[in-house]
């Protein structure tokens, strides 16, 4: 089984800064990590592997600093890492980055073979966009399986996978033809400790580092900022609400009754939202 699973690097998030004209986030000098929500992605693609056997591609676009965090993935355990690497894709927004990101997945199909999964988490903590992966399943002519919690059997002999995903009205049991795109949910699995024979492996390991021409990106107007009709307007921080937490006395009867009362009193729309909202279900 073939895996490969996009990773990002991203600026931590606890450091982060908007620039104040050009409303992106400024990135030099911030400490950066791997995108957490993909450290899920990568624990269950490696937990595959061990399970199946196979090979683990990890793949990230990014500035050639992002070798570290491709590095880290290399000591978790992954076979492989390749860097999509190049002027061209600096401003990429999802649109942008999905084809750049297709693009080298199917390079990685004719030079390592094709893979049976594609993984990735389920956002980043910089973009929150939740749309590179969809994006990628669809450029890519993938079955896309969102917010996996779990991933259950595999069937060889049939092509399928089993998983369990997150929906609004509770979990979905599914089960999918392969290949097939898989984003994982948060708090689904916690990342291994790298073995000192990964460590030592990965400070030797050659990442592999390709520019547009070397992915077979035959199209530059798709990507960067010439592919990206996604403008940012503003970028804010929320002010802190103005309105302070209010004490609400039950009174006498019954005390549940008395509180429901009083809290409808203070918010008037609030009980007319809550009974249409209980008639939709």
């Not at 061209?88 to 199917?106: K, M, P, Q, R, Y």
């Not at 004719?110 to 990735?120: L, N, R, S």
């Not at 290949?179 to 699995?189: D, R, Y």
Request: charged share 25%; glycine share 8%; net charge neutral.
């Amino acid at each position: 089984m073939h895996i490969v699973v996009c990773i990002k690097q991203v600026p931590d998030s606890a450091q982060i800064r908007v620039h104040p004209v050009t409303n992106t986030i400024m990135r030099q000098g911030v400490p950066t990590i791997i995108n957490p929500y993909d450290l899920f992605a990568l624990e269950e693609a490696l937990r595959l592997r061990d399970r199946l056997g196979g090979e683990v591609t990890v793949l990230t676009m990014g500035p050639p600093s992002a070798e570290d965090s491709l590095r880290k993935a290399l000591v978790f355990g992954a076979n492989r890492a390749v860097l999509l690497t190049d002027r061209f894709f600096a401003g990429s927004d999802t649109l942008a980055t999905t084809f750049a990101l297709a693009t080298a997945i199917t390079k990685i199909s004719e030079t390592y073979g094709k893979p049976d999964i594609v993984f990735t988490g389920k956002q980043t903590i910089d973009g929150d966009t939740a749309q590179v992966g969809p994006g990628i399943a669809k450029r890519l002519g993938l079955l896309q399986l969102t917010y996996v919690s779990k991933v259950g059997d595999y069937d060889a002999a049939n092509g399928t996978i089993d998983v369990e995903r997150r929906s609004e009205g509770g979990t979905q049991m599914l089960r999918s033809k392969m290949p097939v795109l898989i984003t994982m949910l948060e708090g689904t699995n916690e990342i291994r400790r790298g073995t000192m024979a990964d460590t030592l492996r990965a400070a030797r390991a050659e990442v592999v580092k390709w520019n547009a021409k070397d992915a077979g990106v035959e199209d530059l107007s798709k990507c960067g900022l010439k592919g990206s009709p996604t403008i940012v307007k503003r970028v804010f921080a929320p002010g802190p609400r103005a309105e302070k937490a209010a004490f609400v006395e039950a009174g006498e009867g019954n005390p549940a009754d008395a509180l429901i009362d009083e809290i409808f009193k203070r918010q008037p729309t609030l009980e007319a939202e809550m009974t249409a909202l209980a008639r939709g279900f």
